[in-house]
C-alpha cells in the first residue's frame, strides 16, 4: 500500500511541474502584448519599455520562469498587470465560488447518474430504462449555455421559483447562499449526470451478469443486497473514474455557467484577463485547474484501493 501512495504521488509531482512549464510556455506564447494595454494612449517606446521592465517581461523567458517557481512556492501569484491588486486575494474571492458550485453539481450529477444508471441496469427493457436513456441523450445533447437560458427566462423570470443572477457567501446566509446556487449547479450537472448514468448502467450490466452476483443470488440473498453490496460497489470503479476526471473539468468548465447565472467566480475573471493579456492571472488560474485534475485524481487513485482491495498490491485500476 505505501508503495502504491509513494508511485501515485510521485507521479503527481512530475505532472504538477510539467503543468508549471506548460501553462508559463503557453501563455507567453498568446499573441498581443500586454504592455501595449497597459501603456494605454501613452504608447511611446519609454513609457512601453519601463512597462515591461516594471513587470519583468523584458527579462529572458528562463528568469520570468525561475521568478515564478519562485514566488509560487511561497504562495505568492503575482500582481494583476491591469488592475495592480494581488492574483492572490482575487483568487481567494473567485475559487470558493467556483469550487462550490462546482461540488454542488457533482454531488447532484452523482446522486441522478448512479440512481438512473442503476435503474436503468435493473429494469433493462423496459420503459424505466428506456426513459432514462433518453433523458441521458438530452442531457448529452443539449448545451449548457442554451439551457440556462431556458431555464433563467422560466424559472427565474416567469415563475420567480430562483433567482436569476447574483450571489451570497455562505458564511452570511448559508440559506440563500444555497437558494443561489441550486439552478446554477442543476444546470452544470445535468451533462455530467448523463455522463454518469450511461457509465453506470454499463458497469452494472457487466457486473449482473458475473459468476459472483450468480452465486450472491443463488445462496438467497435479497434483490436489494445483492444489487447494493455486489453489484454496484464493484461498478464504483468506473463511476468514481468519471467523476474524478469530470470534477476537475467543472471547475474550468464553469466559466460559462457562471458568466450566464451573474456569478463571481473563476468566469469573469477568467475571461477579463485572456482579453487584457494579464500573464499573472491567467497562470494562477490555469495552474489551480491543473492542480485540481492531479489532486482529484491522486484521491480517485486512493479510492480505487478502498473500493477493491486488490489494487493496494497490484497498482492497477485496470
Known amino acids: 500500500m505505501a508503495r502504491y501512495l509513494l508511485t501515485r504521488a510521485w507521479q503527481s509531482a512530475l505532472t504538477l511541474l510539467l503543468s508549471t512549464i506548460v501553462v508559463f510556455v503557453g501563455v507567453r506564447a498568446l499573441p498581443g502584448d500586454p504592455a501595449l494595454a497597459l501603456a494605454g494612449e501613452d504608447r511611446s517606446p519609454e513609457a512601453l519599455e519601463a512597462i515591461r521592465h516594471h513587470y519583468g517581461l523584458d527579462q529572458p523567458l528562463l528568469v520570468q520562469f525561475a521568478q515564478y517557481v519562485e514566488r509560487m512556492a511561497q504562495g505568492d501569484f503575482g500582481v494583476s498587470i491591469r488592475t495592480g491588486t494581488p492574483v492572490s486575494s482575487m483568487l481567494t474571492t473567485a475559487l470558493p465560488v467556483t469550487v462550490e458550485l462546482s461540488i454542488l453539481a457533482i454531488l447532484i450529477a452523482a446522486a441522478l447518474g448512479v440512481g438512473a444508471g442503476v435503474l436503468a441496469a435493473v429494469r433493462r427493457g423496459r420503459p424505466a430504462e428506456w426513459l432514462a436513456n433518453g433523458l441521458a441523450l438530452i442531457g448529452l ?159 480517485v487513485d486512493l479510492l480505487y484501493s478502498v473500493i477493491d482491495p486488490r489494487i493496494r498490491v497490484t497498482g492497477d485500476p485496470a
Do not use: C
Not at 454518469?196 to 443486497?225: C, E, F, H, N
Open 141 to 299: 445533447s443539449v448545451p449548457h449555455f442554451w439551457l440556462g437560458l431556458l431555464a433563467i427566462l422560466y424559472l427565474s423570470v416567469a415563475t420567480g421559483l430562483f433567482p436569476a443572477s447574483g450571489f451570497v457567501p455562505i458564511l452570511e446566509d448559508p440559506v440563500d447562499n444555497l437558494y443561489h446556487l441550486v439552478l446554477p449547479a442543476v444546470i452544470l450537472g445535468t451533462g455530467l449526470a448523463a455522463i454518469i448514468m450511461r457509465q453506470t448502467r454499463s458497469a452494472m450490466l457487466d457486473s449482473l451478469s458475473s459468476d459472483y452476483v450468480r452465486t450472491a443470488k443463488a445462496k438467497g440473498l435479497r434483490p436489494r443486497a445483492v444489487i447494493t453490496r455486489h453489484a454496484l460497489r464493484n461498478s464504483l470503479i468506473v463511476v468514481v473514474t468519471v467523476v474524478g476526471l469530470q470534477l476537475g473539468g467543472l471547475i474550468s468548465g464553469a466559466v460559462v455557467t457562471e458568466q450566464i447565472f451573474g456569478l463571481p467566480g473563476f468566469g469573469k475573471m477568467t475571461i477579463d484577463a485572456v482579453f487584457q493579456r494579464d500573464y499573472p492571472v491567467i497562470q494562477a488560474v490555469v495552474l489551480l485547474t491543473a492542480t485540481a485534475y492531479i489532486v482529484i485524481n491522486f484521491f
